[in-house]
């Protein structure tokens, strides 16, 4: 069939296989092209099919020959249904990776399950022993709890309502926006969903069945960005989440003999997440605008390339004051800050196409689902039914 994108809202419903697998070729030649990493061998990405999770997936495999295990949520074809873009991703990773003599495995089910925890583990035991790296990049807008019930994370305030610009992406329209607070059971939920109760619930199974290598590491993946997104995302339902996480680093660290816990606090990019967040599209659409004029421009694959090479296999982890790995580095330099805060506050007089890379975040949000990519035919019929080998 031919394959359209069919754009709801902050997502698209259809992804194009042959676009997806272009997206993780990409990424793979992009590693190949940098220095080798003396990195980990053995690594589990929990959230591996999308965003950083994948990146850091093809980083791991590619940058320092890593076997991986990849736990993904994802969906295949059904009917005249496409898959969803991570099946498509994965589909490719796994067929580049086989091909070049790497152990790649996935599973695709609940990552918040004790049902897919078990089955990780086994699958350790079985074909690796035990792993050296243990990536957790879940981006979850639920969760099913151990006892069924499901809770779901808000993208509020905390305390006060919170007004600014913001951009309707579609009509290039921009409007003032207010942000309520969540509530205390809001803010709670968040926590269950994106702080560190999960990653914790992971890492202790895993040291328990003993399937961490001596000296093993985890990191999760946080973000901070500037102060004009803090009363939306660090100060917000979402920051307390994170600094849940933060503290579940430290306490992994401190808990579980032999294995360290980390944060990386990352760049802001166009994910199937952040689309979502009010406000801060209209940040990222400023700030690759900035960083592109000024050479900084990266994606999630420099930046997890850089985390493996860089910052957490060099000779010691590269950390901040706070014990944090930050690849945000390039984001937060005052000479990009400083401009986006000056554009920022000329924008309602200037045109916000004139300011703003509106056509390179829809560009990332096309290619994201495998549409926009250059090079490939999208006239072509192409079969939606893709299988991922090792699910097979
Ligand atoms: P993403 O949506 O691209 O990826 C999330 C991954 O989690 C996907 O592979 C998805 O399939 C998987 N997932 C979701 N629910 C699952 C479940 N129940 N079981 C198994 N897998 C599940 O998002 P992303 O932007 O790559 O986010 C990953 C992490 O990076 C998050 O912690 C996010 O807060 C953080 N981060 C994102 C940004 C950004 O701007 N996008 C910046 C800094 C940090």
Request: with cysteine; glycine share 8%; charged share 25%.
């Amino acid at each position: 069939m031919i394959i359209e994108p069919k754009v709801r809202g902050f997502i698209c419903t259809t992804a194009h296989p042959e676009g997806c697998r272009q997206n993780v070729r990409r990424q793979i030649d992009y590693v190949k092209a940098r220095p080798k990493t003396e990195g980990p061998k053995r690594v589990l990405v929990i959230g591996a099919s999308t965003g950083y999770g994948l990146a850091s997936r093809i980083a791991a495999a590619y940058s320092s020959d890593a076997a991986t295990i990849g736990i993904i949520f994802d969906k295949p074809a059904s009917g005249s249904r496409t898959a969803s873009a991570g099946w498509y991703n994965t589909a490719a990773f796994e067929q580049f990776a086989h091909r070049d003599g790497l152990y790649a495995q996935t599973l695709n089910g609940d990552a918040f399950s004790a049902e897919m925890k078990a089955q990780t583990v086994e699958l350790i035991k079985q074909d690796l022993g035990q792993v050296d790296l243990v990536v957790y990049s879940l981006a979850a807008p639920r969760r099913t709890m151990p006892d069924g019930t499901v809770v779901s994370s808000v993208l509020k305030t905390v305390g006060e309502p919170y007004t600014n610009k913001t951009i309707d992406l579609r009509s290039r329209q921009l409007s003032e926006i207010t942000i309520e607070p969540a509530s205390g059971e809001e803010i709670e939920d968040t926590i269950k969903v994106m702080g560190g109760g999960d990653w914790l619930d992971w890492m202790t199974l895993l040291h328990r069945e003993g399937v961490l290598a001596p000296q093993a590491v985890t990191v999760a993946y946080s973000y901070i960005g500037p102060v004009l997104t803090h009363p939306m995302y660090l100060d917000g339902s979402i920051g307390q989440a994170k600094r849940d996480l933060y503290d579940t680093a430290k306490r992994i660290t401190a808990g579980l003999p032999g294995v360290r816990g980390y944060i990386s606090v990352n760049k802001a990019l166009v994910t199937q997440s952040s689309a979502a967040i009010p406000i801060v599209p209209l940040y990222i659409s400023l700030l690759y605008k900035v960083m592109k004029q000024k050479g900084l421009h990266e994606g999630c694959i420099e930046q997890m390339w850089r985390l493996l090479h860089d910052k957490l296999y060099s000779a010691s982890p590269v950390l901040d004051p706070d014990g944090q790995l930050r690849l945000d580095d390039l984001e937060m330099l005052p000479e990009v800050q400083q401009e986006i805060e000056r554009m920022w506050g000329t924008l309602d007089e200037r045109g916000v196409e004139q300011l703003a890379d509106i056509d390179g975040y829809w560009e990332d949000f096309y290619q994201m689902f495998g549409f926009a990519i250059p090079g490939v035919d999208y006239t072509a019929d192409c079969d939606p039914t893709v299988e991922i080998e090792s699910l097979a």
